[in-house]
């Protein structure tokens, strides 16, 4: 068996176009080193799913793969996610908290969005990164790791560092080996094999018969421009297996929409019903949050809520996918 083969045994990674199948290859070579890895890419194109397969296939496997959403934690708590927190620590702290460095050990820590980590806590988290060595909120006691790093952002680097939001010197210490993935719209040998995917998993996952695509949903997907990504192309095959019970899903089955926030084609469906108000919320939140790129301040803007509302919510969600529930 040969690597890029390997690699393709790991079962939620669909990759057909050339791009994909360089990049596999590129991963089958850095994954087995301790070599820190910076992946690049819009958001929706699948750079968290990247940072597992490089766990999946690296001698650090059977040990903690733990990711960390920079971007969904507010600022005031993120240096006690990263490092945890002895009691007392400050008001709140009843009792000491093991932060995701410490439970990463022996394995691997994403930081997924890094560029999102506010500039005051950089200096520390590069420190804890070189040294392997950090101390908990309120601690004395420096605790030793031995952490892989990966990580993520959907942001031009360059930019981030002359805008000053982003520290040079941390960039590189995350930039030992970068990995950029393309968007979808680059690589349209991948759409119909993902939709595929995604149609055999929704229908699986709502205990309904396997769908197939018409020619006319086929031509229409590989026609869209895919502004989320593949996190949007799921969205809108399961969006379509819940909503529609025909065998095949044709065209007008697909509800597509832009960036600007226009509908390229109405679903000839109504609301879902049966979904909580919280689902529904969740929902919009996350899928204006894709339509708009991840930008926050737009998507607050939209949505007509604070910045910090946002965040909050986003630190929501992602705790109730840790405890067990599923963000889609």
């Known amino acids: ?63 903690p793969f733990i990711k960390v959403n920079c971007a969904a934690i507010p600022e005031t708590l993120l240096e006690s996610e990263f490092f945890g927190h002895e009691k007392g620590a400050f008001t709140g702290a009843l009792q000491k908290k093991i932060g995701r460095f410490e439970l990463a050990d022996l394995g691997t820590l994403l930081l997924d969005e890094v ?11 590069l420190r804890a990164i070189q040294e392997q060595e ?37 960039f590189y210490r995350l930039n030992v080996v970068p990995l950029h993935i393309p968007p979808l719209r680059e690589r349209e040998e991948d759409i119909i094999p993902l939709a595929q995917h995604f149609l055999k998993r929704f229908c699986e996952k709502n205990h309904k018969p396997f769908k197939q695509l018409s020619q006319s949903a086929t031509l229409k997907l590989m026609n869209y421009p895919w502004p989320g990504n593949v996190r949007e192309l799921s969205n809108v095959i399961e969006r379509t297996v819940v909503l529609d019970f025909d065998s095949t899903i044709e065209a007008d089955h697909l509800y597509l929409e832009t960036l600007s926030g226009g509908k390229s084609t109405q679903h000839k469906g109504t609301l879902p019903i049966g979904i909580s108000l919280f689902e529904m919320e969740k929902r919009l939140i996350l899928e204006t949050l894709i339509a708009y790129g991840n930008n926050k301040t737009k998507t607050a803007q939209i949505l007509k809520i604070s910045v910090k509302t946002l965040r909050n919510k986003l630190y929501e969600y992602e705790s109730l996918e840790e405890e067990g529930g599923e963000i889609t």
């Not at 690597?3 to 089958?28: C, G, R, T």
């Not at 560029?115 to 988290?125: D, R, S």
Request: hydrophobic share 40%; glycine share 6%.
């Open 115 to 125: 560029t999102e980590i506010p500039l005051p806590l950089q200096p520390k988290l």
């Open 134 to 170: 950090f101390e908990r909120v309120g601690g004395m006691k420096p605790i030793r790791v031995n952490v892989r790093f990966l990580a993520t952002s959907n942001r031009n680097m360059q930019e981030a560092i002359d805008a000053k939001i982003f520290r040079e010197d941390l």
């Open 1 to 63: 068996m040969t690597p890029i083969d390997n690699v393709m045994q790991y079962p939620h990674f669909i990759a057909e176009s050339p791009a994909m199948k360089k990049l596999i290859q590129d991963i089958d070579k850095i994954a087995k080193s301790h070599a820190s890895v910076l992946i690049t890419g819009e958001s929706g194109t699948g750079k968290e799913v990247i940072g597992g397969l490089i766990h999946h296939l690296s001698h650090r496997s059977k040990e």
